[in-house]
């Protein structure tokens, strides 16, 4: 692997290798206002949610790796300590790109991006109404991580209050991960979308606990075929199947397999895991396990 000293490296090279690196990064599309009330719209990736009760997020304007100066961002929550954070959809993207340019303070971000203001609820800055969902934040505090090009300033808020746009709900009135059509950034002029064809779902073992990689038996972790992947699913079942449901989805499922290969165990054991593979993707857990325990049964 190569390895890399990050300090040594130097900042731009550094800043690309961070960002190649880490992702795909969420979007705050943040908008400010300073003490005049002039607004100010910017895009950050340096961003998530930190807390649920109370309902936190942060997000980093780094000051400029060319100058050291500060963002207009940044210079504006330490004046008018409020933001709202818009989340950016694939239809808003090119606006929220265009927003990004290194415009002065004095130029509104909404009118150059063609995009619409539209008044908070309990903070003076305005809402991006294109946005499916803002969220009207205090800032409780901003913390200065250096002060050379290209060190962060984390701006940490307290949501006050959420907006979602309707058309992004579900019938329970929660947000639809396959409607919400999201963006984020990678590395580069790199973003992605999450879409339905780049989403995927895995069951989070909240309540249930899996028997792990050191209760498989030796065979199937050694499996030519199966991937780190697959044995990380078969690791989530809870129990073994008992040798009779083994033998019994042994007479009823695999029955063929075992007669046409029953004089030649290596291939046998081969179209076994990967018929397992097969079971595994169509998350049939229990049937991929009883066709890998058959082997030896």
Wanted: hydrophobic content about 40%; some cysteine; overall charge negative.
């Amino acid at each position: 692997m190569l390895t890399i000293d990050l300090i040594e490296m130097g900042l731009p090279k550094a800043h690309h290798y961070l960002l190649g690196a880490v992702g795909p990064r969420p979007i705050c599309f943040a908008s400010t206002m300073d003490e005049n009330g002039t607004p100010n719209l910017a895009p950050f990736s340096f961003f998530n949610v930190f807390s649920s009760n109370p309902p936190v997020a942060v997000f980093s304007p780094s000051r400029s790796g060319r100058t050291g100066a500060h963002k207009d961002t940044y210079n504006n929550v330490k004046k008018v300590d409020e933001v709202v954070i818009n989340l950016v959809d694939y239809s808003m993207v090119e606006q929220m790109s265009l927003a990004s340019s290194p415009y002065a303070p004095e130029v509104d971000e909404f009118i150059k991006s063609g995009l619409t203001p539209i008044p908070s609820e309990t903070i003076k800055p305005y809402r991006v109404k294109e946005s499916p969902v803002q969220l009207e934040c205090k800032v409780i505090e901003v913390k200065e991580l250096g002060e050379n090009g290209g060190a962060g300033n984390l701006i940490i808020c307290k949501i006050l209050k959420m907006h979602v746009a309707e058309h992004i709900l579900d019938d329970k009135q929660m947000i639809d991960q396959e409607k919400i059509d999201l963006v984020a950034r990678m590395g580069g002029d790199w973003y992605c979308r999450t879409d339905k064809n780049s989403m995927f779902e895995i069951k989070k073992p909240i309540t249930t606990k899996g028997i792990g990689f050191d209760q498989m038996p030796q065979e199937v972790l050694d499996s030519p075929i199966l991937t780190g992947n697959d044995l990380g699913k078969l690791g989530g079942i809870e129990s073994l199947p008992d040798e009779t449901a083994v033998n019994d989805f042994k007479l009823v499922e695999l029955s063929d397999l075992f007669i046409a290969l029953e004089d030649d165990a290596k291939s046998l054991e081969i179209e076994l895991h990967k018929k397992a593979k097969t079971f595994l993707n169509d998350n049939n857990l229990d049937a991929a396990w009883k066709t890998l325990l058959s082997f030896n049964n």
